[in-house]
């Protein structure tokens, strides 16, 4: 679930930006391709840290085209890959174009879990530009806290440069664009600690270093974030079947 619009090589398809070849980032930066580098980027950012974190297990939410999840089961070997989009073509080619011993592919809906995801906790969630395609926000983030392992993390970003919150952006996929103050407070909720670009503890910040001097920018401004440990609420009206 990416867009900002369709462009020549690199494309979007739907909502998903797909790469033309390699997926190079300082190839794209020296092209000067910000449509490239805005997607590439974070998952240069994302493998780095986790390398340092080391999880078994990532789900990789929205990949789309499945370039990100290919990204970082490469490599981190020693982690399972597993990545998700609602759009069953999507998943149908990432499948034919990519192919790592630790990486699978499946078909999934966020805002239907375990009905079309299952019940497995995962040591790491990554949510790279999808809230802001999701009209049931709430049930998304609850989703991926009852899903993370114990001291498992969520690593986000969406759109969030605005001074006020967008209800109706001007790009037809998106249900909502942030601004930062919203998001934080919407985060919060589900999570005890929000790591931003801006904290000293940010992990890797001389990834987005790359880019200084260049043709090419990209807003730090909660985007992304790295979410650490989620609020689990005793709830006391138990699921069907449970």
Not at 125 to 140: G, K, N, P, T, Y
């Given at each position: 679930m990416f867009g900002f619009g369709r462009n020549e090589g690199n494309r979007v398809v739907d909502e998903h930006f797909v790469p033309a070849g390699e997926t190079d980032l300082k190839s794209a930066i020296a092209a000067g391709d910000a449509n490239a580098v805005h997607h590439l980027i974070r998952y240069e950012w994302a493998e780095r840290h986790l390398a340092d974190v080391g999880p078994g297990s990532v789900l990789d939410l929205a990949c789309g085209a499945g370039y990100g999840s290919h990204h970082l089961a490469r490599r981190l070997p020693g982690t399972r890959v597993l990545g998700v989009d609602y759009d069953a073509g999507a998943i149908e080619s990432a499948r034919k174009t990519y192919r790592a011993a630790n990486l699978s592919f499946a078909a999934g809906d966020a805002t239907r879990w375990?009905?079309?995801?299952?019940?497995?906790?995962?040591?790491?969630?990554?949510?790279?530009?999808?809230?802001?395609?999701?009209?049931?926000?709430?049930?998304?983030?609850?989703?991926?806290v009852e899903h993370l392992a114990s001291g498992g993390r969520l690593l986000l970003s969406t759109p969030c440069g605005w001074d006020e919150t967008r209800l109706e952006p001007e790009w037809e996929f998106h249900r909502i664009e942030y601004s930062a103050r919203a998001l934080y407070d919407f985060l919060r909720r589900y999570f005890s600690r929000i790591v931003r670009p801006e904290d000293a503890a940010f992990p890797h910040r001389e990834v987005f270093d790359l880019l200084s001097g260049g043709p090419v920018t990209y807003l730090l401004k909660m985007n992304p974030i790295v979410c650490e440990r989620p609020i689990l609420v005793d709830n006391p009206y138990p699921r069907a079947g449970s």
């Open positions: 375990e009905e079309t995801i299952g019940r497995e906790r995962f040591d790491c969630v990554v949510a790279f530009d999808m809230i802001e395609h999701v009209s049931h926000r709430e049930i998304l983030a609850q989703s991926v």
